[in-house]
């Protein structure tokens, strides 16, 4: 059973376009919600999080958006440059954010055209 | 700190040996995770541990993985034996238990082929 779906799979955008990445969860235990970053040959990385008290969390051109009634939340990229062409994956965890393991989306591939 | 260290990077094996993969987590730490990543399944826990203390390991596939963590600053993550469809790239972190949340930290990957 997934309990983070991701989408879309691969996502294509223009220099200076806005890049948006959706995510679901199933599981309403979960309390952390957190995005990562991943460059090919190297491990993911964490770019941004939030936790559902909050509806919005915004860090430089990344925003990550959080629906709690619907379970869902996104990551949008603002000015997107090529250099934000990466694999994005969202996960969440519960437990009050203790260190349990991170559940993970399954990824988006994402490609900034000059 | 150098981060998470994995070893070896990549790993080539014939199907039936054994396959030994390596992390060192950041100093202070006091948990480990093991991740396998494939195109198929995307990033899956394994199995992790809280202060060298196996916590969850319903994640590990087979009885043909298992792991260990002697001390703080080592695990292993072993295959034995190893079969094609295990190849993928094997991922450590660690992580440090925060208030506002965990950020968990990845070594740079194991990728590890069976043929």
């Known amino acids: 059973q997934q309990q983070v779906k991701q989408s879309p799979q691969s996502l294509i955008v223009q220099k200076g376009g806005i890049s948006i990445i959706n995510c679901a969860y199933e599981?309403?235990?979960?309390?952390?919600f957190p995005w990562y970053q991943q460059f090919p040959g190297k491990g993911p990385a964490l770019l941004i999080a939030?936790?559902?008290?909050?509806s919005e969390k915004k860090e430089g051109r990344f925003t990550i958006s959080f629906n709690k009634s619907a379970k869902q939340f996104s990551l949008h990229i603002m000015d997107s440059q090529p250099g934000d062409s990466a694999t994005y994956f969202c996960?969440?965890?519960?437990?009050?954010?203790?260190?349990?393991?991170?559940?993970f989306g399954k990824g988006t591939h994402l490609i900034i055209q000059p | 700190d150098a981060g998470v260290i994995q070893s070896p990077r990549h790993e080539v094996t014939e199907m039936g040996q054994e396959v030994t993969l390596r992390c060192k987590p950041i100093?202070?730490?006091?948990?480990l995770f093991w991740y396998r990543q494939t195109m198929m399944r995307g990033l899956e826990l394994l199995i992790y541990?809280?202060?060298?203390?196996?916590?969850?390991d319903s994640g590990m596939p087979e009885d043909r993985f298992s792991a260990k963590m002697p001390n703080a600053s080592f695990s292993t993550l072993k295959i034995q034996p190893s079969e094609p469809r295990d190849s993928a790239v094997y991922f450590c972190?660690?992580?440090?238990?925060?208030?506002?949340?965990?950020?968990?930290?990845f070594g740079q990957g194991t990728r590890l082929t069976v043929v």
């Open positions: 972190a660690s992580s440090l238990v925060a208030v506002l949340g965990t950020e968990a930290f």
């Open positions: 599981n309403t235990a979960f309390d952390y």
């Open positions: 939030i936790r559902p008290d909050v």
């Open positions: 996960a969440a965890s519960n437990r009050g954010g203790g260190a349990d393991g991170l559940t």
């Open positions: 100093s202070g730490h006091d948990y």
């Open positions: 541990f809280n202060n060298n203390v196996p916590i969850d």
